[in-house]
């Protein structure tokens, strides 16, 4: 079982750089991978990015590449999304979900297969 919790979530301007932070309580974390996920209003929650168990490999949306970084700490139990050059389109609850299965070879960017989630942390862009 992982517990998850989000934080960094504000309002920043279109441009701009934010930093989110995931924070796990569980002694598995640092054996799955961690995707980050994110609802707009009236919207159906997207997948944004993930990271594997060890860090090596990330994958992201085609909407986010280039532009946010997925990492993580597993000594800090932490998974990070930097945030750059912050768009309107951006606005959105952004999620963390962390996979059932450890050390999973491919990384996946759907929800099915990741039942760990956290509450959320809002993220507004003004433009």
């Known amino acids: 079982q992982v517990q998850l919790a989000e934080s960094g979530g504000t309002l920043a301007q279109a441009g701009g750089s934010l930093r989110l932070s995931c924070v796990a309580d569980g002694r598995s974390f640092s054996s799955v991978a961690v995707a980050w996920f994110r609802q707009a209003p009236d919207e159906e929650r997207e997948f944004v990015a993930a990271?594997?168990?060890?860090?090596?490999?990330?994958t992201y949306a085609d909407s986010v590449s280039g532009r946010f970084t997925i990492s993580r700490d597993n000594a800090e139990n932490t998974v990070y999304l930097r945030m750059n050059s912050l768009k309107s389109e951006d606005t959105a609850i952004y999620y963390c979900?962390?996979?059932?299965?450890?050390?999973?070879?491919?990384?996946?960017?759907?929800?099915?297969?990741?039942?760990?989630w956290g509450q959320g942390t809002q993220v507004t862009v003004s433009s």
């Open positions: 979900a962390a996979d059932l299965r450890a050390y999973r070879a491919s990384l996946m960017r759907t929800s099915e297969y990741y039942p760990y």
């Open positions: 990271v594997n168990w060890n860090g090596a490999k990330t």
